[in-house]
Structures are given as structure tokens and as C-alpha cells.
């Protein structure tokens, strides 16, 4: 399971700090890829394409960047400039019709998509006919509607395995950990989780009990006179 870092979910205090939470998980080594689009790196006050690139230095895989047209010629354009932003970029583009006739189009020009706004496994089912490199589903908006994500997340798998689809199903709007380890356990190829479910993913009170102790067990044995 590729774990993708989602830049949306963080919570900055400074124009910098969601860039800042990439970094740091990347460090961690368990982030492979990102996912953003213009409208919520606006509201950090950041440069969309200064914001990307400065990710995609940062991440070693791939980084979602998201049109804002709605018809597929316009779109297209728009693609075709955000990916020559920097090898990392795929494309981010709605399940709509005109979504998915350029997503066809973009593929057919090598260049990858990510299907989003999903909701359900005839719109998996459509994208990953029409080529998607990446598709969406949103678990957590679905959990919030009464639907259960993760049940939508288990078909969406079976579709492509059935057909050999390429698509490789992302786990997105993902809520917490719990949510995370389930995904994983179905198979899911790819989740977006936030900073703060990756910090969470990490706590346990049996490891911090076990470090309290060694901790204790080193400095009596350091402080001891023979030491």
C-alpha cells in the first residue's frame, strides 16, 4: 500500500507549514506520493505551480495536481501545462463525462490521471475504462453520508482484479487510522492520510510504556556506582 501524504488535511500556522508536514513524513519514510489542488493552496495564500513544484522536490512519486476547467478541451490545455511542471505530476481530474473523455486523451498521451470526486463503483467502473492511471473514491465523505466507504473501496478492488484494469484505487478523504489499516488490509493500492492520522498511526501506549521503561532500566544502570 503506497501511503500518499494529503496536503489538504494539514493545518498551517504558517504559509509553510503544510509544505513543512510533507518533509516531514517523507523523512519518516512512509510517504510516497502527494495529492492538492489549486483552490486549497489558495487559501494558504501560496502560488499553485511554485506550491508543486516545491512538493514534487520533495516527494519522490507522484504529486496530484487538479484542473479547474470542466469542458475536456480545456482541460486537456490545462493538463498538458500542469504536467510539464515537473515529471511527477498527474493530472486530477473530476468523474464526470467530460472528465473521463480527457482522461482518456491524457493517457493516450502518456500522461497519468487521477479520477476524484468518486462515490461509487459504476464511476470506478467507468474510470478505470477509461484509462485512469489513479482513481479516488472519497471513504470518509461516504462514511458521512450513511454509505460505508470501506465496502465501496472492497468492489472498487474486485472490478479491477476481475478486469485487469491498470486503475490503482486510492483510499481518499481517509478519517483515521483505523480507517488506514482497514484499507490495507482490503488491498487498497494507494490512501491519501493526513499529517495528523500519520502521527496518530504511530501511538501506541504499549510502546510508550516500553520506552519509559528502557529509559528507566539505562539510567539506573548508568548512574549505579559500578557504572
Known amino acids: 500500500m503506497t501511503i500518499c501524504s494529503l496536503t489538504r488535511a494539514f493545518y498551517p500556522r504558517s504559509k509553510l507549514r503544510g509544505i513543512f508536514s510533507i518533509k516531514t513524513a517523507t523523512d519518516w519514510g512512509v510517504v510516497d506520493g502527494a495529492t492538492t489542488n489549486p483552490t ?15 512538493i514534487c522536490k520533495i516527494v519522490n512519486g507522484p504529486v496530484s495536481a487538479e484542473v479547474m476547467s470542466t469542458e475536456a478541451g480545456a482541460m486537456v490545455e490545462e493538463a498538458k501545462k500542469l504536467s510539464r511542471w515537473h515529471k511527477h ?3 486530477k481530474i473530476p468523474c464526470t463525462p467530460e472528465g473521463l473523455k480527457t482522461a482518456k486523451i491524457l493517457e493516450e498521451h502518456k500522461i497519468r490521471t487521477n479520477v476524484t470526486l468518486v462515490f461509487s463503483t459504476n464511476q470506478v467502473l467507468l474510470a478505470a475504462k477509461a484509462g485512469a492511471s489513479y482513481i479516488s473514491p472519497f471513504v470518509g465523505r461516504l462514511d458521512d453520508a450513511g454509505e ?4 465501496m473501496i ?3 478492488l474486485r472490478i479491477i482484479e476481475n478486469y485487469k484494469f491498470k486503475s490503482q ?44 521503561k528502557f529509559q528507566q532500566d539505562w539510567e539506573s544502570v548508568t548512574s549505579s556506582p559500578r557504572a
Open 148 to 151: 460505508d466507504g470501506l465496502a
Open 89 to 91: 505530476v498527474i493530472i
Open 169 to 212: 484505487i486510492i483510499a481518499a478523504s481517509v478519517r483515521s487510522p483505523l480507517t488506514v489499516q482497514r484499507a490495507a488490509a482490503l488491498g487498497a493500492h494507494v490512501a491519501t492520510v493526513p499529517f495528523k492520522i500519520l502521527e496518530q498511526m504511530f501511538k501506541h501506549p504499549l510502546t510508550d510504556a516500553g520506552i519509559k
Open 154 to 156: 472492497a468492489e472498487s
Open 40 to 54: 486549497l493552496i489558495a487559501k494558504e495564500g501560496r502560488d499553485f505551480k511554485q506550491t508543486v513544484i516545491e
